[in-house]
């Protein structure tokens, strides 16, 4: 070979070096730019949570039909859903105060897409005044089109929690007086027979915390509990003159600060004219309850007592549902599910205790499992509110007759589209504990179910 020719050679070999490092200089300069885009994007993504900027969410996401959002509040399709029904219908509407920041962001580039993945933690301010506080993780995806880069989907959770849901059973000095105790009243309220419009008056009996006097400004979380089928609206607390294990429950709890301080309602759904009601009378009793209860008991209550509720008007005491549970035993687990099914616009907490729904039909959680779980997934489904907005946490015991139709349903209800079963709020909406023995006896095992329950609703 020539000394003229190796020349060439060595000089085209320096020529393609030379090409190939301003290649990935120019590779490596337009990779770091397209980042920066991005994260400028993901900052931009943070401003529309934090200001309900629609505009902006107009300008950053994709106009593509496949552009979409999942999370724990349910899939959301195209910009349009996205910027109206989650940005604004999940953070703008409900908080009006929103501090979303990201953490340990890192950016991942590949030819004309890519993807963002971080951290948060999300501190807000509910309309009611009370604070919300959450972290989670993230992933964000990209598409640049002839305009830059595009969101096109995100996806994030909660993140990982491990907690026991297990029935726990309430301590050995539960069983005597606390030194803080509460005390119970009797209110009568007007209502009226439902389904013959005869005007009525009926009690209930309301639970004070501790200091509630004392306490002149402070405002409570509350919850209505229904008695069993045969029982009354006294047992539960044991009325003016005696204290029942449910009520050293309360005030043991308040006291050891495992909940907050908060209200508790024990109505009847019997009326005040029937001695005596057949199963089917209560069942068809329970499927009333709703509408007296949010229209004559919630007013007459939340009217006289300190609850977040800013007045009895129907638009106050539905803005107060994040602070408001319904449960009951056996025919008042019945009646837990006929308040989710009608009423829950006013209550986003539910603990059906060793008792099915009765929507489709009498015993329908082991008789008609699937089509009660479909009819329950419906109701939510007709309201305005989203998987995040409510939460189920039902129990009951083994050896309780209630299991055998409680355990088919929530089965059932597990492959619904409107729940999601987990075991925290954040990432599910539905949960279900089976005490080992536990039998069909209110006053044996429900306090255990609301020491397990009441802390996951209102705790401190």
């Known amino acids: 070979m020539t000394k003229k020719r190796i020349l060439l050679l060595s000089s085209f070999a320096l020529l393609f070096i030379v090409a190939v490092a301003v290649g990935l200089r120019y590779d490596i300069m337009n990779e770091r730019a397209d980042k920066e885009q991005i994260s400028e994007l993901v900052d931009k993504y943070v401003q529309t949570i934090n200001n309900d900027d629609l505009e902006l969410v107009e300008d950053i996401w994709s106009h593509e039909d496949y552009a979409s959002f999942i999370g724990p509040s349910g899939r959301y399709a195209g910009y349009e859903s996205i910027r109206d029904d989650f940005v604004h219908g999940v953070f703008g509407v409900n908080f009006k105060e929103r501090h979303l920041q990201k953490e340990d962001l890192q950016i991942h580039v590949n030819g004309e897409n890519a993807w963002a993945e971080f951290t948060w933690r999300f501190d807000a301010i509910r309309n009611d005044g009370s604070s919300h506080n959450t972290r989670g993780r993230e992933t964000q995806v990209f598409e640049k089109d002839k305009d830059g880069w595009k969101l096109v989907h995100v996806h994030y959770s909660a993140l990982p929690v491990n907690r026991d849901h297990s029935v726990k059973l309430i301590p050995d000095n539960y069983y005597q ?152 035993f056996s025919m008042g687990g019945v009646t837990t599910w006929w308040v989710f099914a009608k009423a829950m616009d006013y209550f986003k907490y539910f603990m059906p205790l060793s008792g099915d729904s009765w929507i489709v039909q009498t015993l329908g959680g082991s008789q008609a499992s699937e089509a009660t779980a479909k009819a329950l997934s419906d109701a939510v489904n007709n309201t305005r509110w989203k998987q995040h907005d409510f939460f189920v946490f039902a129990l009951t015991g083994s050896e309780d007759m209630a299991e055998k139709s409680l355990t088919p349903q929530l089965e059932a209800m597990k492959s619904q589209p409107a729940f999601n079963f987990n075991d925290n709020f954040f990432s599910g909406n539905l949960y279900y504990s089976v005490l080992e023995g536990g039998k069909h006896e209110s006053s044996t095992f429900a306090p255990h179910y609301l020491f397990t329950a009441l802390p996951e609703f209102f705790g401190n």
Do not use: W
Not at 186 to 195: H, M, N, S
Not at 209 to 222: A, F, H, L
Not at 251 to 261: A, E, G, L, V
């Open 177 to 328: 007086e606390a030194e803080q105790q509460g005390e119970v009243v009797k209110l009568e309220y007007q209502t009226k027979l439902y389904d013959t419009n005869e005007q009525i008056t009926k009690y209930c009996y309301v639970y004070l915390p501790y200091g509630y006097e004392e306490n002149g400004d402070q405002r409570y979380d509350i919850l209505y509990f229904m008695h069993g089928g045969g029982s009354t609206a006294e047992k539960f607390l044991g009325g003016n003159d005696s204290i029942s294990l449910n009520r050293k429950n309360l005030d043991h709890m308040i006291q050891d600060k495992r909940i907050k301080p908060m209200i508790v309602v024990t109505p009847s759904f019997y009326r005040n004219d029937i001695k005596e009601e057949t199963e089917q009378n209560a069942g068809d009793l329970v499927k009333l309850f709703p509408r007296e209860l949010t229209e004559d008991l919630m007013p007459a209550v939340e009217g006289r007592y300190r609850t977040y509720a800013q007045s009895t008007s129907a638009e106050d005491l539905q803005a107060a549902r994040e602070h408001r549970a319904f449960s009951g």
